[in-house]
Antibody, heavy 117, light 113 residues
């Protein structure tokens, strides 16, 4: 069974950094591109970033380039998202999702990041 | 960036009736090499992560009921629920995966009238 389990969210102060993790199981993690998508409370889905299978190529939403860094450890079957200089508008549930080439076919339950003083 | 515009923002439909959601992209998401539209539809029920319903604009994901159908090509797309069931209450999103950033539409909330 495919599982994606995010962790690392929580309450952080503006300006701080955070690293989110997504533990993958039940499929050949190293064979899939992976994405992060976020959703602010009561709002729509916003695509954040994607990374290729070996971690050498990444794309970002325009508004997130520079503060967000996606990475992966295929030996640990884990996807990461490093976010620096957090702002209140970064408050959201962050989802890890698998790219099947046909679409984003598996999603985790998400991890909530709250940025507030 | 490709901008995805969904309409309406919300709609209320009686049980058993048809629901139609529109999605327009600011640029074509049709790949002329393979003739596939890089457009997906997702369903998100309250408190849950999104679920992929339709890919290539019109192909249902495995296990998705056939009352869900997708159509369109190029820049204009439609998701149709032919006979709305209570379990279809959700927010529906389109997404283009033709070119990064892989933008989503703003969502359409479907409720029972």
């Amino acid at each position: 069974e495919v599982q994606l389990v995010e962790s690392g969210g929580g309450l952080v102060q503006p300006g701080e950094s955070l690293r989110l993790s997504c533990a993958a199981s039940g499929f050949g993690f190293s064979s899939y591109w992976m994405h992060w998508v976020r959703q602010a409370p009561g709002k729509g889905l916003v695509w954040v970033s994607r990374i290729n299978t070996d971690g050498t190529t990444a794309d970002y939403a325009d508004s997130m380039e520079g503060r967000f860094t996606i990475s992966r450890d295929n030996a640990r079957n884990t996807l990461y998202l490093q976010v620096s200089s957090l702002k209140p508008e970064d408050t959201a549930v962050y989802y890890c999702t698998r790219d099947s080439y046909l679409g984003l076919d598996y999603w985790g339950q998400g991890t909530l990041v709250t940025v507030s003083s | 960036d490709i901008v995805m515009t969904q309409s309406p923002e919300s709609l209320a439909v009686s049980l058993g009736e048809r629901a139609t959601i529109n999605c327009k992209s600011s640029q074509s998401v049709l790949d002329s090499f393979n003739n596939n539209n890089y457009l997906g539809w997702y369903q998100q029920k309250s408190g849950q992560p999104p679920k992929l319903l339709i890919y290539w604009a019109s192909t249902r994901e495995f296990g998705v009921p056939d009352r869900f159908s997708g159509s369109g090509s190029g820049t204009d797309f439609t998701l149709t629920i032919s006979s709305l069931q209570a379990e279809d209450v959700a927010v529906y999103y389109c997404q283009q995966y033709y070119r990064p950033p892989f933008t989503f539409g703003g969502g359409t909330k479907v409720e029972i009238k």
